[in-house]
């Protein structure tokens, strides 16, 4: 049996990304600066902060004027008021507060910490905000589409990727927040294990599984490597969203 | 700037594990037989199933009786009686329960469901069930030393890895349980961003990223291929456990 072998490959050499930027295009151009290209069964993912720039998600806290719910939440999370202000209106649910961390229902359907509104290594203004983009399944098709297009591949599939912390476990870990081109969940219930049994564990988080993959590569320097090619991966191409990937509320034990 | 690239080679050719096998050895021929060898700086993932099988860890149903309070669980779980008492020996406490799982605390202090007792892919036998392995961190810390010197590198890390569901996200996906040679989180705190501010999301979950990429190459051929060599990874060196990535009682607030 030959050695099935899958690389990510980190893509330097994007620059700054500005509001309005055709994002696509800047990816497509330092994939060739590197001497690059992108294959068939390619996965492309991209680190939402560059998604959000480029969509201009930028938030100026001075705008911002906290409501009620807002202070009193700021209080017992024992943060600034006008970017509690920011994660309510970006959240369809607070599910616990303690100092430092509002964890949410975010408007896009998963659970994470602060609305994942950014403060870090994204201007050099401190009131500067950055909100997540307001899509990132569309963007994910759409940067499909691009690139389809522009390397002349069929089989391609796009991952938004994101850090999230966790219940129970240390750390943060790369998700996906958006996909295209594949099947976010591998789905083998009905087949067999190597003694003809029904395999037990048989939905496997594929593109979760890619996105942290990535986000090694990416790890603290997101900022200098916010795409990574993942070349080589087992997955089920077709038709899939981030929609897949968020476990419905009535079969969740840990809300 | 040079692309950084990971590469996760896949290790087949690895015989099915009897108990008392040598696993070290059985699977540095393996590295070898491919053609492979490992390098400074590679981290070997191995996955749980074939560190339990070397151990012995079956335990048939038959030899089983449950008691009063697995017999109650069984119920509310719809599962056997006997596997509920292995769950209950296995773990410290029960968090949750509904038909079909009963998630736990295992005792080696990680959150999962049905403290990962295996039922697929392990034998012919119905009856025959696979429990965790017994010390997953010394396992590693084993294998490591003895690739060590039969490879003759000093930069090397060990991951044994599980698949594991999750609150909020539908799928498994492949996390640490026993590590060596790597700080299993990469702590930034301290570091700064681009524009000179402290980093926000600081504390990244780097062994369970690399578990999660081995895991994607391992996929539902974890049998055929149990072990994954990753090659171009950037961690931090140095003791760690996996006691690192558990998140203290006092500080889950999801249990």
């Not at 408007?107 to 201007?123: E, K, Q, T």
């Amino acid at each position: 049996m030959r050695s099935p072998v899958m690389q990510c490959i980190g893509i330097p050499g994007i620059p700054l990304i500005q509001p309005g930027d055709d994002l696509a295009s800047l990816i497509a151009q330092a994939i060739q600066d590197v001497g690059e290209t992108l294959q068939e069964g390619d996965v492309v993912v991209v680190a939402q902060k560059v998604v959000s720039k480029a969509e201009g998600r930028w938030v100026h806290l001075g705008s911002v004027v906290p409501g009620p719910d807002a202070v009193v939440l700021a209080r017992a999370a024992d943060k600034d008021p006008r970017l509690v202000e920011l994660i309510l209106r970006e959240a369809n649910e607070v599910l616990r507060v303690r100092p430092g961390v509002i964890v949410v229902e975010h408007r896009l359907g998963f659970v994470c910490a602060n609305a994942g509104i950014d403060h870090s290594n994204v201007a050099g203004d401190e009131e500067q905000v950055l909100l997540l983009p307001v899509d990132p399944d569309a963007t994910a098709r759409r940067l499909r589409a691009m690139w389809q297009q522009w390397f002349g591949v069929h089989r391609l599939a796009v991952i938004i990727n994101d850090s999230h912390g966790r219940a129970w476990r240390m750390g943060t870990v790369g998700v996906a927040i958006g996909v295209a081109g594949l099947r976010p969940l591998s789905d083998r219930r009905g087949t067999s294990d190597l003694f003809g049994r029904p395999l037990q564990v048989t939905v496997i988080g594929t593109a979760d599984e890619l996105a942290a993959a990535a986000s090694a590569v990416m790890g603290q320097a997101a900022e200098a490597i916010p795409v990574v090619i993942v070349r080589g991966a087992t997955y089920d191409a077709g038709e899939g969203s981030l929609a897949d990937l968020l476990r419905p509320r009535e079969l969740d034990l840990f809300r």
